[in-house]
């Protein structure tokens, strides 16, 4: 049944083509116009609230028109919006570089910027292979990524993705790129715990270095947590696994901290749990705290020193955007790294994510059609099975994360799904009574659509019914 448009909604649906959507699914289920934000609050134009329960696409920290960034931004904006950033610079980029040497893992001294997540990952990959052109290992031409790997959109970060719904149809374009099987916990092939286990999947990514080393520039891998792929996670030893085959193969050890950095894995970056230093980390997202677009790639001396030389050499790295570096960003981002300093964020978010997993783990674990709740850090996510003992998926076609989804922000909550994955990423901000909203409100979602959909499903197939 269609849904009667507002003015905004009809203006929109005329001109406006949004991201990873179906716009045809927009005839039955317009998009929703949000006039402000408060906190963990969005508010659209009719003063309906939804609690943003996935930082409107993770990036945002500290709460919506948080008033310390927010007056920052304002400060900044009547001083300088923007300078071009080849022969120049500014205070805040300065002053960001600087914040981001100290706080990343030890020998990663250097910044380029960027302007958003997969600008970042076509820089690190970039950087990498021509750091190898001009240091006499011209046969690594290739990378090596994992399946069910996101790294984002653009043609580069396509091919080191791995989740078939982004780039199978791109596949004609893409770069010949290397696969090797990703850990997989839920579904684990070796029947391990990962509390316990000692990853031993990393046999997959060993096969492959061992055959194709002196072909491989880089690998790429999301620290602890497959986002795009469904919250996929996996513990800190495979990565200092990685870490060791990566140096004893002489390829590059590519972090992409985009959605996992600053704070979101409980430690202020994920590697360091692992305690590991990559050659090349990505950043974006929470790095401006959800306000505008930035990204950062840090680096090392090796990999510096590889292009710098006289001009003449042609060994300079000539890569730019026209917002490199944008003023504007940086000086939020400046306030960001500066509240983590200042306001005990990590301790923040330990205790939050105590009281998450608390909570959930009550709410969701015994449900019938819940396979499993994991949780890293303040991210926690609910696969949704057809089967609990077998981990049966749930058909696909029937996009039942979809349609909890949209269930869901009727009553007020906003959880984009990943398939039938549901998730949570809160602002840090989240109070106890806003994350008991929040788990309270997709619990009751949760079975009160599977009570309908057995209803239907019993009376055609009665292999569905489980409750």
Known sequence: MKQALTELQTRDLQHVWHPCSQMKDYEQFPPIVIKKG???????????????????????????????????????????????FANFSHEPAIKVAEKLVALTPNGLNKVFFADNGSSAIEV??????????QTGKTTKKRFLAL????????????????VGLYNEVYQPLLLDTIRAQGPDCFRCPFKENP?????????????????????????????????????????????????????????????????????????LFACEQADIAPDFMCLSKGLTGGYLPLSAVLTTDDVYNAFYDDYGTMKAFLHSHSYSGNTL?????????????EESVLDMIQNKGDRMRELARKAFEELPFVGEYRQV???????????RETKEPLPSEERIGYQIYKRALAKGLLIRPLGNILYFMPPYVISDDEMSFMIDTTKETIMQFFEEWEGVNCSNDNQHCHL
């Open 147 to 162: 399946t069910d790997a996101y790294h984002g959109e653009t043609l580069g970060a396509l091919s080191v993705g791995g």
């Open 124 to 133: 690190a990959l970039k950087m990498s292979f021509q750091y190898h052109m």
């Open 329 to 341: 960003a940086c000086r939020v981002a400046l306030e960001v790294l500066t509240m983590f300093e």
């Open 377 to 387: 850090g303040l991210v926690g996510a609910i696969e949704l099975v057809a089967n």
């Open 195 to 267: 509390e316990s286990c000692q990853a031993q999947c990393i046999q997959f990514v060993e096969e492959e270095l061992s055959q194709h080393h002196e072909e491989i520039t880089a690998v790429i891998i999301e620290p602890l947590i497959q986002a795009a792929a469904g919250m996929k996670m996996y513990p800190p030893l495979y990565l200092k696994r990685l870490r060791e085959l990566c140096t004893k193969y002489d390829v590059h050890f590519i972090a992409d901290e985009i959605a996992v950095g600053f704070g979101r894995t409980g430690t």
């Open 38 to 84: 408060q906190g963990v609050w969005l508010y659209d134009e009719n003063n309906n609230r939804y609690l943003d329960a996935v930082s409107s696409w993770w990036v945002n920290l500290f709460g919506h028109a948080n008033p310390r960034i927010s007056q920052a931004l304002s400060d900044q904006a009547f001083t300088l919006e923007h300078t071009i």
